[in-house]
Structure formats: C-alpha cells, structure tokens
C-alpha cells in the first residue's frame, strides 16, 4: 500500500495531523529551494525524534573517497557529496523554561503543514501542550526567496492559550553538522570564524578539499501583538556555533514572532574575503523590505514563473496536484540563470546518489526547460557539457581509449566521474547517447545551430571515437558488437548486445558525421578550427561509417522484436502480473544475484530507444515491443513510467496512459518506491511534464514544424499548457471535443494538428 495521508489540493500540497512516522518523508515533500540553495523541511525548533536534517548549496560538494572492498583500475577516486550545509534556519523555543519539542509534548492537535506551490512558500500551525502544562499555538512560514537568492526567511509565532508565561526565542547557526550519508564519516567542513555583530551573526567555513568558502549567516527581529520590540539579546558563541537569545514576557492570548532572515554567500559569486560583506549587504536588503515585502515579492516572482509553466488539469485534482508539484520542484531546483549548474536527481531535497548531473539531465529535463523558459537555459545545459568535454576525454583515457574519445560521466560534480558501483561508471555507457540525442533535440526544438557550430560537433566528434573504438568486430557474426554494457535497465549488469546501447552508438557516429559535412558545407571557418582542434581524419572517419554501417543488433524470430539484449530469451520469463505483490519492490526485497538472473526490468530500455528514436519505427513496431517488454517492467526506475504513458498514448491505450502518469506525477507524493524520506526524484519530474505534453498532447517536430496530436484522458475535462517553440510561446487548450490553439507572438506560425497544417495568427484562438 502506498503512503496516502496528502490531501489532494490544486495548488498546495498539505499535511493534516502530526505522526512521527512521516515526519522524514514530510521533509522531502515539503522541501523548499531557489536555485541557488535548498533545504528539506526540519523544524525550526529542535526535535529529538527521528529526522533527516539536510540544507543544500547549489555547486558546493565534497569528494568523499571511494570506498569498495577490491580496488579496480580505472575506478573513480572518489563518490561526489552533495554536502549538509551549515544549519541558518534552528531556533530554540523555550516556553516557561520547558524547550518546545514536537517529540515530548504531551498533546498535539491541529497540526497542519502547507507548501503553498502558487506562492512559493511553506508553513506549519498546531496546537500544542508542553510537558510543564502550557498549552501554546504556533505558526510559522518559511521561504526562500527568489528575489534575492541568497536570502531565508522565517516567520515564527508563540501564543500562550492558557496562562501568561516567558517566552525564550533563540535563533541559532550551527557548523558542526555532517552528512547523512557518507563513506568514511570525514569532516567535511571547516568552520574558520564564528562572529556576532549586533543583530547579526556569521559562521566562516570552507569544505574540506574542495575549498568551497562560505558564510553562513543570520538576523532576527522580535515582535509581540504585531509591534517591533527592542529586546535585547544575549549572545552566545561557540567552536561551530553562534545563538542570539531574545527573552519576552507574554499575555495568555498574547502573540510574540520571530522574524528571521539567513542563508549563505558563496566564493563561487564572491571574493573569499568578501564573504561576511556581501552577507550583510543580503540582510540589509532583506531586512529593509521586511518578512511580509519579501513575500509579496516571492508571490510575484512565482506568478510570472507559472504563467509560462503551469499545466491546467480540470475534473483531476490528484492528477492536477501531481503536475504541478513536479513543476514547482523543478523551478526550485533550477532556474537556468548559472551555466556552471546543472540539475541534480534529488535536487536541495537529499543526499542520495551524490552528484550533479546524470544523463538524466539530456534524456529528461532539457525538454521541459527548452520549451517552458527562454532556449538559452537549455543552451546553458549543453554548454555545461561542452566546458566539461575534456574532462570527458581524459575519464575515456582512463578505461583506455585514446584520439580524443570521449566518454562522459555517469555521474558528476566538474566533468569527473564520480561513481563508485564499477557496473555503472564502466558499463553504463549509453549515458553518452543521451547527450548526443540532447543536442539534436535541442536543434530541432529551437532551430539555433550555432550552438553545434560553435561547441556541440566538437561534443560529437568525441562521442563518435568513444562508440567507434567501443565496438568490436565479430568474425562469427560478420558485425560490430558492443561487449560488457549496462543498459538503461540497471537490473542487468555486464551484458552483451544492449540493443538500446548498440542503436545509440550507431545513431550517435551517423549524427555526428552528417554534422560534421554539414558544418563543411555551410560553415566553413568552423570547420577548419574544428578540424584542427580534433585532428579528425577521412580515414578515421571512414572507420566510423563502417562501424555505425555494420552494427549487430539482437533479435528475436519468434517474437518478432529486438532482444534487450544477448541471451534475454535464456530467463524464466514470468509477467510482473504473476509476480507475488509481498515481494515488490523486488531492489528492496531481492539479492542483487536473484535480480540479475530474472527477466525484470528496472525502466524502460528498448522502450526508451523507441521513445527516443521514434520516427525510426512504425506504429506496429512500437505496439509489438511494448507489449512484449512492459509486461516485465517493475517500473523501479523513477524514470520509467512517463516514457511509458507517454508510448501507451501513441497506441491510443488511454487507461494505462492514464495510470502511468499517475504513477509518475505522484511518485513521491504517494511514495510508490517506498524511499521517498531519502529524497524527492527531481530530474524525473521534467519526465512527468513529457507524458502530459508529449503523451496526451502528442508534441512533436514534423517536418521542422511544431506538431500536435492531442488526446484528453476520459477522468479529465480538459487540460492546458504553454510551450515556447523559437521565441512564439503556443498556448494549448484540450477539451472532450476539440483542441484550441493560441498565438502569443508577433507573427504568424503554422503548426501541424493530426498531421493537417493550422495557420496561428497572433493573439487568435484557432481550432481544427
């Protein structure tokens, strides 16, 4: 059974009544971020029950060594941490000298949290009594804000209900913290000054390193029944640690807040000696404003995102609520304002998997961001790989390949690998595809080639050597064969043959080569800078063509479909459907030994290529594979289900379309892999904006043309969304009986309705 205690609203995601049980996973769920920074949804004031405490900085890790009981060569020296940043948000509460702690009060009643999507912000009320008898109602809001992205700020209310009482506020930075998940419990931070200056206070620290430099930094400000007060505060600094305490007597019925602003600088936008400085600058713009301007600011700021971002589900409210929680994160996550970013897979929401960037970010999130903000955030993305494309190279030469082969990382902070499970860092390779198909998707989406002309055929050309020198040509099949591989399906290790790596590989030389005398013919000066930079030969690429020409691709006779790989045919093949229920999920409930001898898929693999490369196969073909290949799906992969509603809606299966997209627009929401504490699945979220875009909607590139092929699921009304297609932003509005199409551009645009040209004229409503 999967967890169901969200109350389906369309704009806010709420919790209702106070169980220690979720309060890990409700740190997931209600976690807030900027791009910049991020934080899962502790308490401000201290809890002594089981939680998982975790603020993030965007771009700061730590290389945490690999740790693996046999050494193999090529292994990637360390596992990158996305590094708990030191603590702004505690603050003490002590009621008639008893601390306010959820874990210990006697009675707790009315407890309601509320991330309010539209607006950008996260709140908590309750009632509660403490152990001495005072009963008390709190209130608190948290936001980080948009406007100024190094800013935090907290609203924290006390009323006493049932007698006067001393109310002590003391809103702390704390240093000494470690990560939730490390190899070798190192210390990661260094904490290098610990000040206090007036209101304000400032912990200095560097990571172990890597030398990321921060200030963490704090300011608060008490009132009582809505009046600023002038309490005065007494100060307390340690090692790691620095607390102001304010202390106000209270009337039964009587209000007192805490305002509290706080949040890092970073010498990734500053001078390292500019730290405690620029952190001043952000409170004293912060605290100008005040906690109630900056909200309406962060309320504008949210506006102006959803207008181009909203998705509208109307009869839906647990498929509205879904889709729009998977957007928010996203924006919170990234925002595409900083090249030297990328989008992490459990964004500022956990520490699981580690890294920055996975293939995830070309398969999956590119789409989203290309199309809901301005190209040059989706450029930014590809030219994030191309500044890492060296790094790229030397990661191939340490498995051995040579020439400018180059094979990006699984998993990455700077361009590194930095994976530590040898069958993903030596054998996951497709990964390169994705990159590949992301530059492709990206021209044809946007029509700017300049980003090939300028960086992306360089990314190709080493891409193209890395496949090329990969396969290896079998005598006794007559072909190029790519041995020893993990496809997208991780519950199959070291194969041979993944059909999905072998067609990437072939389609990623064909590209790069039809790239490549593109870029002769029409652009001459890059071409020559190119060719030299690369040293690319004729001979060499002649090799690359017989490889791509000659590739061997397994399949099967009898039923008619590409094998997944060599020998799948060798497994007990038994349905998902005839699987005992006790046993899923089976990465939870299985040896890894039982999991690699069984026919179970953990995502979409030969699925995923048919999404990709779906102009290269009939309608037949895909109805074949998928109904050979879904039934052994475990969707266990938080990057399964979208590809998979997204196929079913091509093959008009409206019902599983439908479930699929449930499945994964409210995968954490209702914990389906039953792990959702550890962390919200960001990066497979843009994957939830494709099936309702790209499934229901049926958007494609025809023929260089915007296409649409819109189907509405029978428990919905209808359903909207935008997409900015070359600077025209196209709203989409699907209803039972008819689509409608409007224009916001300054010139005409024909797109393509079930295959038959509509003509948009700016600011009309056109239907077909």
Same mark, same amino acid.
């Given at each position: ?278 952190? &001043?600058? !952000?409170?004293?713009? @912060?605290?100008? #404003? %005040? =906690?109630?301007?900056?909200?309406? +600011? ?91 494309? &060296?790094? !790229?190279?030397?990661? @191939?030469?340490? #498995? %051995? =390949?040579?020439?400018?082969?180059? +094979? ?273 699945h960001i990066t497979s979220m843009a994957g939830t904006w494709m099936s309702i875009v790209e499934g229901f ?72």
């Amino acid at each position: 059974m999967n967890q169901d205690y969200i109350k389906a609203d369309a704009w806010s995601i709420i919790e209702e009544g106070f169980d220690k049980e979720q309060v890990k996973s409700s740190e997931s769920l209600f976690s807030i971020g900027n791009g910049a920074m991020g934080q899962r949804a502790n308490f401000e004031e201290r809890y002594s029950g089981d939680t998982f405490q975790g603020s993030y900085i965007a771009g700061v890790y730590y290389p945490d060594k690999t740790r693996v009981g046999w050494w193999k060569n090529g292994y990637p020296e360390y596992f990158a941490k996305v590094l708990n940043a030191p603590n702004w948000i505690g603050i003490d509460v002590v009621v008639n000298g008893t601390a306010l702690d959820l874990n210990s009060c006697t009675e707790i009643s009315d407890f309601r949290r509320e991330l309010n999507m539209k607006e950008g912000w996260y709140s908590r009320t309750f009632r509660a009594t403490l152990p001495n008898g005072i009963a008390v109602q709190v209130a608190v809001t948290r936001f980080l804000s948009l406007e100024i992205d190094e800013i935090g700020a907290i609203a924290f209310e006390v009323t006493p209900l049932n007698d006067d009482v001393e109310v002590v506020f003391e809103p702390y930075l704390d240093s000494g913290i470690k990560n939730h998940d490390t190899n070798w419990d190192d210390q990661f931070w260094n904490t290098t000054k610990v000040t206090s200056i007036g209101a304000q206070a400032f912990i200095a620290a560097h990571t172990m390193k890597t030398n990321f430099d921060t200030c963490t930094f704090m300011e608060s400000k008490v009132y009582y029944n809505g009046r600023h007060t002038d309490t005065p505060s007494e100060k307390t600094t340690k090692d790691t640690y620095v607390s102001h305490r304010y202390t106000q007597k209270v009337s039964q019925g009587g209000t007192v807040a805490l305002h509290k602003f706080g949040g890092y600088t970073v010498s990734r936008n500053h001078g390292t000696g500019d730290l405690i400085e620029a952190a &001043q600058e !952000a409170l004293q713009k @912060a605290t100008e #404003l %005040g =906690f109630e301007s900056l909200l309406e +600011l962060q309320r504008n700021a949210w506006a102006t995102i959803w207008e181009m971002s909203d998705i509208t589900i109307s009869g839906d409210v647990k498929a509205q609520q879904g889709i729009r929680f998977n957007i928010f994160q996203l924006n919170q996550t990234y925002l595409g304002t900083d090249s030297r970013l990328n989008i992490g897979p459990k964004g500022f929401t956990g520490e699981k998997y580690g890294g920055s960037t996975y293939w995830d970010t070309e398969a999956y999130c590119i789409p989203f961001y290309m199309a809901t903000k301005d190209q040059k955030v989706a450029r930014n993305l590809l030219q994030y790989r191309y500044n890492h494309l &060296q790094k !790229a190279i030397e990661n @191939a030469e340490k #498995l %051995g =390949f040579s020439n400018g082969a180059a +094979l990006y990382p699984m998993v990455t902070m700077n361009g590194e690998e930095c994976h530590n499970e040898w069958e993903i860092t030596f054998e996951e390779i497709h990964r390169n595809g994705a990159i590949a198909f992301a530059i492709y998707n990206y021209y044809r989406f946007t029509g700017d080639y300049s980003y090939i002309s300028e960086m992306g055929l360089e990314v190709l050309i080493g891409i193209a050597r890395f496949w090329q020198q990969r396969a290896t040509f079998s005598k006794d099949k007559d072909q190029y064969v790519i041995l020893g591989v993990t496809g997208p399906n991780e519950y199959e290790n070291n194969v041979n043959n993944n059909w999905y790596t072998n067609y990437t590989a072939k389609w990623c030389i064909s590209y790069a080569l039809e790239q490549l005398q593109k870029v002769k013919e029409e652009y001459a000066q890059d071409h020559a800078r190119i060719v030299t930079k690369t040293g690319i030969t004729d001979s060499e690429t002649a090799l690359m063509k017989e490889v791509a020409d000659n590739m061997y691709f397994p399949r099967s006779k009898e039923h008619d479909v590409f094998l997944q790989q060599d020998g799948f045919l060798d497994k007990e093949l038994i349905t998902v459907a005839d699987l005992d229920k006790t046993q899923r999920p089976i990465n939870q409930k299985w040896s890894w030994d039982r999991i690699l001898r069984s026919p179970y898929i953990k995502q979409a693999d030969v699925l995923q290529g048919f999404y990709f490369f779906e102009d290269h196969f009939t309608v037949e073909d895909l109805e074949k594979h998928f109904d050979f290949y879904e039934p052994f799906t475990v969707h266990e992969s938080s990057l399964s289900p979208c590809v998979h509603s997204i196929q079913a809606a091509k093959l008009d299966r409206m019902d599983q379309a439908y479930e699929f997209y449930l499945r994964t627009s409210r995968l954490d929401l209702d914990d389906y892999n039953k792990e959702v504490e550890e962390g919200l699945h960001i990066t497979s979220m843009a994957g939830t904006w494709m099936s309702i875009v790209e499934g229901f909607g049926g958007m494609r590139i025809v023929d260089d043309m915007l296409s649409f092929a819109p189907k509405i699921p029978e428990q919905w009304e209808s359903y909207s969304f935008k997409v900015n297609f070359r600077d025209q932003i196209v709203k989409v509005m699907v209803e039972n009986q008819e689509a409608s199409f409007t224009l916001e551009g300054t010139r005409p645009l024909t797109i393509l309705l079930h295959g038959k040209p509509l003509h948009l004229n700016p600011e009309e409503v056109s239907t077909l």
